[in-house]
């Protein structure tokens, strides 16, 4: 399992993207999201979030998309953030058994980040007691959106519920290809439902394309690899209950120190 996971750092099928995903760290504004990473061929697709030091998750799961491909949670170390690999064959967006649980809203509630514009399917691969992996699917050819939801069971009470701070990727020429949102837990009478968490999605069919950066092209295993320039940060969609509230930065601040101390209280967050 180690020597699988390191292999997907040094060899990185992937075109590199600079993503945009931000919050308030320290009095100014720091990228939690380092990159965003993509690889497309005939029939399946690998897509790559690392995120930066302001989101250091340190779990290692690979959990199977049945017999069409797998997620991966990789921690953080001393050269990468922690990492979210999608690596799925195109056949199971006709899978009958992962074509359901319809859904137009994130688990707390909230409506879908904006990037998204159709229904998705949500299928739950796996629940322990401190994570809940979900895989979403478009339900359309013209949208394939893949996206994953880690449910975190610390985003509790503690934190807002009914909120999500979203932000979408963007590469140079304004085409949005993905998007990153943290979403608050869903109550109901002082109870927690459900736990917030991370959601990350883009449409593989938005990949194609994309603004290419200036630079080199680096051949690892015989893949090509390019950059792909994003657009700097440049806000928060904050929607949901209090959201006048937390899009104030300081309150932004606040927000992603909780969510730090209390994955550390849950062994979660280095």
């Known amino acids: ?44 697709a690998s897509l790559l979030t690392e995120f930066n030091t302001e989101l250091a998750l340190n779990m290692e799961v690979a959990i199977p998309i049945k017999n069409m491909g797998w997620i991966r949670l990789i921690p953080a170390d001393s050269q990468h953030g922690f990492q979210i690999v999608t690596d799925i064959d195109f056949a199971a967006f006709l899978d009958k058994e992962l074509a359901i649980g319809r859904t137009t809203t994130l688990p707390n509630g909230v ?8 229904d998705m399917y949500s299928v739950m691969l796996k629940r322990d007691q401190k994570l809940n992996t979900k895989l979403y699917l478009g339900t359309t050819s013209a949208k394939r959106y893949v996206g994953v939801g880690l449910e975190l069971n610390f985003v509790d009470s503690r934190f807002p519920e009914g909120l999500a701070i979203s932000q979408n990727l963007q590469d140079k020429s304004k085409k949005n290809i993905g998007v990153v949102s943290f979403y608050g837990p869903k109550m109901s009478n ?12 883009t449409d593989v069919n938005a990949l194609q394309g994309s603004s290419k950066a200036q630079g080199f092209t680096v051949s ?22 209090n959201a006048r509230t937390y899009k104030r930065p300081e309150n932004q601040l606040k927000l992603f120190s909780n969510f730090k101390s209390a994955g550390r209280q849950a062994g979660l967050v280095d």
């Open 1 to 44: 399992m180690k020597n699988t996971l390191d292999s997907l750092r040094r060899v990185a099928p992937v075109l590199a993207l600079t993503s945009v995903l931000a919050v308030a760290c320290g009095g100014s504004v720091s990228q939690i999201v380092k990159s965003f990473s993509f690889n497309l061929e005939e029939r399946k």
């Open 220 to 241: 690892s295993a015989g893949v090509s690899m390019q950059p792909v320039s994003l657009l700097p940060y440049d806000g928060f969609d904050v929607v949901g209950k």
């Open 190 to 201: 002082g109870q927690m439902v459900a736990p917030g968490g991370i959601f990350v999605a």
């Open 111 to 118: 409506t879908f980040p904006s990037f998204i514009t159709t």
